[in-house]
C-alpha cells in the first residue's frame, strides 16, 4: 500500500511538473511567433504571451498556438475535445490580442 501511495504521489508531481513544462512551452512559442509574424516588440510579444496565460485554458492555448504554427493535424484533433466557447475564446484571443498589446 505505501509503494502505491509514493508511486501516485510521484506521477502527480511528474504530470503537474510536464504540465508546466508545457504552459511554458506554449508561451515560448507565442512570443517567438509573435516576433515572426507581428511587430509588436518584445514587450508588446511578452504581453500576448501573458494574456495567453491569463485568459485562456489549456485546450484554448494549445489550439493559439497550433493555428500559428499551422499545425493543421493539432488544431483538427483539438477542435474534436473543445466547446464551441472555447475555439470562440481562441478564435476572439487570436483577433483582440496584438490590437490588446499593441501599446505595451
Do not use: W
Not at 48 to 68: H, P, S, W, Y
Not at 70 to 93: I, N, P, V, Y
Amino acid at each position: 500500500m505505501t509503494v502505491l501511495i509514493r508511486t501516485l504521489a510521484t506521477a502527480l508531481i511528474v504530470g503537474q511538473t510536464m504540465a508546466t513544462g508545457a504552459l511554458a512551452d506554449r508561451t515560448a512559442t507565442l512570443t517567438a511567433e509573435c516576433h515572426k509574424q507581428l511587430n509588436l516588440g518584445q514587450r508588446g510579444c511578452d504581453c500576448i504571451g501573458k494574456r495567453a496565460k491569463e485568459v485562456l485554458n489549456d485546450k484554448q492555448q494549445a489550439m493559439v498556438v497550433a493555428m500559428v504554427t499551422k499545425d493543421q493535424q493539432a488544431s483538427a484533433e483539438l477542435r474534436a475535445t473543445m466547446t464551441q466557447e472555447e475555439m470562440s475564446g481562441a478564435a476572439g484571443f487570436m483577433m483582440n490580442a496584438p490590437r490588446l498589446c499593441a501599446g505595451q
